[in-house]
């Protein structure tokens, strides 16, 4: 009898514990998700338009009259390339993260500790380093 019952009931545990591990896993998406969900998306900043997805975004287009242009043709970021990196919700519409600036006399690339905010209406996206200074992007 004890043999049956064991038997019996080690699967279930199994499939509780499997349950309990996507039920989780599946929270903590949706709460990483959340985070991001103003921020997701294809802006634009005139000269430079760059996709967000999560914690990273990545140039999607290099404009010819953009100083980006002059670093591309020097080899230092090509389209696919991010753009923002560890990017982390700190408050409401806002969030820190680092951004690829670049010396504009010698255009090469380095990383800057950057925040990012975004309008109440979600259309506009306001960025700031400390050397690079500030830009404005408006969502696509």
């Not at 802006?43 to 404009?63: K, L, S, Y």
């Not at 380095?110 to 925040?115: I, Q, V, Y």
Request: proline share 1%; with cysteine.
């Amino acid at each position: 009898m004890k043999n049956f019952l064991k038997a019996r009931i080690a699967p279930l545990f199994g499939i509780i514990a499997l349950v309990a591990v996507i039920g989780f896993s599946m929270v903590g998406c949706d709460l990483n998700e959340k985070d991001y969900e103003m921020l997701n998306g294809v802006w634009d900043r005139g000269d430079i338009v760059v996709t967000f997805n999560n914690d990273t975004a990545v140039f999607t287009q290099i404009n010819s009259d953009s100083t980006w242009k002059t670093v591309q043709n020097n080899g230092y970021v090509r389209i696919g390339d991010r753009k923002f990196r560890n990017i982390a919700k700190t408050g409401d519409l806002k969030w820190s993260c680092q951004q690829l600036v670049h010396d504009t006399s010698t255009y090469v690339t380095s990383w800057e500790d950057s925040t990012i905010t975004i309008s109440t209406d979600g259309k506009t996206l306001f960025t700031t380093t400390a050397t690079a200074g500030s830009s404005t992007y408006t969502k696509r």
